[in-house]
């Protein structure tokens, strides 16, 4: 929602603006590039009269004197520069820009002694200060004035390789934009974004080149799609299921394919929540806001990889033609599901929505986002997302993906001896069998419905949203999910 700030590249010999940003690394070392901002000696006696120790994100600022060349200094810790790794340029990107303060223009000096500092490095850092200048503040009628306001903030970083740090960032930014999307649309109330809205904020991605197709009730009761079907019935608001394509891929290429929950507000249904915090659940749907954001940075960066992305949305509402427990839905698979809680919904939405994806689309593997369970807030708290696989390969990838992008998986097992427990007396299998196992069961659940596909199920009910303030992030919608799948497909998947 809030604009970005204007971020370009330049070698060392770019003038000095308001703001100097200059990287500290453990111990208190300076570059020699910016040992000499203040005055000769000043940032080293600096550095060791406030004893600033150069903790990775760490930061320390102070007034420069008069003919400086900058009105203001800003130090920021990078920690060990030998050991930094994964999004760690995210956060000292973030941690710094943070003390740009508003309508400045800012020069980082990337340049940190014994370490070459790489365009991707360089590129990362830039991203790292996209993602932290967003604010959520468009129902804000007074805006808070003490924060940075991002539109007008001009950061120009100062690194060796100018040019390819230039080039990489146009690709970050791309990700970066996908970030943004999917915190928009998590933070957005569900009275402004039900599912014909959230189709529409999808179908905007056609101005990047994205195929859209938009499937209504009619068309979903066509398919068979009961399952659901019987999740939107309490709402009077119809559900939509949103199928996105890039092809920058080969024309033959198998794609590959993210499915993802867009329940945009979960009561429970007849089996309904209670009040208390029940309001989180306008980010029911940050694994579809997640597949949107991801579709806008493929799309936006031009990635060479065709992928489809599916994205089932619904509202679960309790009224009067709301389903009950005890009833029992056919899904377009064929199988039957005794509804034993309505609140277990989100799995009743992604049985049609990966048969659907595996069977119309025959993906190359195929991962699905949701904010499924409560369990897995219990299990992993905010560090880790659940990642159940069927097939190792695919889950290993995802977990060094996780790594690397520093959106942390861990994985969690799905055996048939968990799988039995969702056996149903009068149906195929039940949609809850209660607190123990509560991840895996549903993961299990899921399991059933995407036949021979490599398949990965990412639960995100503990990262999605309402996770704790970063560097690079201040906003409750988080994006999770946006770049640990393009980190997956870059490394991976792209030709
Ligand atoms: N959307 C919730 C899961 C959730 C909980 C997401 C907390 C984010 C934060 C999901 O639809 C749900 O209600 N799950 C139930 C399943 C149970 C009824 C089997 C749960 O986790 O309690
Ligand atoms: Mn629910
Ligand atoms: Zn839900």
Known sequence: ???????????????????????????????AQAAHVGGEGFVSGLIAKAGFKGKLG????????????????????????????NDDWLKIGGAAFAKIGKSSEANAILAVEGLEISAEAAADFALGAQLRAYRFDKYKTK???????????????????????????????????????????????????GPVEFAAEAEKLEKLGVKITILTEKEMKK?????????????????????????????????????GKGVVFDTGGISIKPALGMEDMKGDMGGAAAVTGLMRALAGRKAKVNVVGVIGLVENMPDGNAQRPGDIVTTMSGQTIEVINTDAEGRLVLADALYYTAKTHKPRFMI?????????????????????????????????????????????????????????????????????????????FLKRFVGD??????????TAMDSPASDYNESWGSGFGVRLLDRLVRDHYEA
């Open 1 to 31: 929602m809030s604009k970005n700030p204007v971020i370009k590249f330049s070698n060392f010999s770019e003038k000095l603006k308001d703001v100097v940003i200059v990287p500290v690394s453990k111990d208190g070392s300076v570059a």
């Open 58 to 85: 760490a930061t320390l600022e102070t007034y420069l004197a008069e003919g400086a060349g900058a009105e203001r200094l800003v130090l920021v810790g990078i920690g060990d520069p030998a050991k930094l790794k």
């Open 143 to 193: 805006k808070n004035e003490d924060k940075a306001d991002a539109k007008d903030v001009k950061l120009t970083i100062q690194v060796a390789d100018a040019a390819g740090a230039e080039k990489a960032y146009e690709a970050a930014a791309e990700i970066g934009e996908g970030v943004l999307l999917a915190r928009d649309l998590v933070n957005e109330p569900a009275n402004i974004l």
């Open 223 to 259: 398919l068979g799609m009961g399952s659901l079907l019987g999740v939107a019935q309490g709402s009077v608001r119809p559900p939509r299921l949103v199928v996105m394509e890039w092809n920058g891929g080969k024309a033959k290429d198998k794609p590959v394919a993210f499915v």
């Open 368 to 444: 699905n986002l949701a904010t499924l369970t409560g369990a897995i807030v219990i299990a992993l708290g905010t560090q880790h997302a659940g990642l159940f696989s069927n097939d190792d390969e695919l889950a290993g990838q995802l977990f060094d993906a996780g790594q690397s992008s520093g959106e942390k998986l861990w994985r969690l097992p799905l055996t048939k001896e968990y799988d039995k427990i969702i056996d149903s007396k009068f149906a195929d299998m039940r949609n809850s069998a209660g607190r123990p196992a509560g991840s895996i069961t549903a993961a299990q």
């Open 453 to 462: 596909t490599p398949w990965a199920h990412l639960d995100i009910a503990g």
